[in-house]
């Protein structure tokens, strides 16, 4: 037996729904912290967001124009987290 309609969509969803967990103990883990942290935090997520956007946006090009698919979607979720993981020992500061 395999579902079909709404509840083939709501079992789509299921697997998202711990992402807007990590998302919700971030926004707490930032809500908790002194300035600095948070700060710092800030400009670290910005600095991820920024890069996650630009190579999703390279390898959307990439697989438009050579009409392959090199990743999934739902990977750049963990893509904006790697680029958080690189780009977190290069911003030490608020500024």
């Known amino acids: 037996m395999y579902p079909t ?4 969509y709501a079992l789509a969803v299921l697997p998202a ?6 998302i919700v103990t971030f926004l707490r883990f930032i809500e908790r912290s002194d ?11 910005l600095i991820a967001m920024g890069l ?4 999703s946006t390279v390898i ?4 438009n124009f050579t009409e392959t698919q090199l990743i999934e979607r739902y990977l750049v979720y ?3 987290w790697a680029c958080f993981g690189l780009a977190s020992p290069f911003i030490r500061g608020s500024k």
């Open 78 to 80: 963990p893509m904006f």
């Open 35 to 45: 300035e600095f942290i948070r700060a710092m935090m800030v400009r670290r997520v």
């Open 60 to 63: 959307g090009f990439i697989e």
């Open 17 to 22: 729904l711990p992402i807007g967990g990590t």
């Open 5 to 8: 309609g709404p509840l083939l």
């Open 52 to 55: 996650t956007l630009f190579l």
